[in-house]
């Protein structure tokens, strides 16, 4: 069983930057994979970014556009979403997510490789 909570978010200007961050506990947080996803009133919970077990294999979703850096501190216990130049269309609630993977590299971008799911930040980007 792994444990994730979320903090950082909160009330932004658009423009501003904003950085999440994901404590887990529990199971040893190098043998999983990490990403972020989130979820805006009235629309489904989408990919935002995936970090491997290593920290060296990253990917984003399309939207993020080189705004936001995905990274681990397994040292530390500590996964890190810094996010820049954040817009209104950002607002949205913020979840990190845990699944276990064998490689190294692995990474999930679907929300179905993820076990473990935090309850979420809110974000709050205002025009």
């Known amino acids: 069983q792994v444990q994730l909570v979320e903090s950082g978010g909160g009330l932004v200007q658009a423009g501003g930057s904003l950085r999440l961050d994901c404590a887990p506990s529990?199971?040893?947080?190098?043998?999983?994979?990490m990403g972020w996803f989130r979820q805006a009133p009235g629309k489904e919970r989408e990919f935002v970014a995936m970090?491997?077990?290593?920290?060296?294999?990253?990917g984003y979703a399309a939207f993020v556009k080189g705004r936001f850096i995905i990274s681990r501190d397994n040292a530390k216990n500590m996964l890190s979403l810094q996010m820049s130049s954040l817009e209104p269309e950002d607002t949205a609630v913020y979840y990190c997510?845990?699944?276990?993977?064998?490689?190294?590299?692995?990474?999930?971008?679907?929300?179905?490789?993820?076990?473990?799911w935090g309850q979420g930040t809110q974000v709050t980007v205002s025009s």
């Open positions: 529990g199971r040893t947080f190098s043998d999983y994979a």
């Open positions: 970090v491997s077990r290593s920290g060296n294999n990253t």
């Open positions: 997510a845990a699944g276990r993977a064998v490689r190294l590299s692995t990474i999930y971008s679907s929300a179905s490789g993820y076990e473990y």
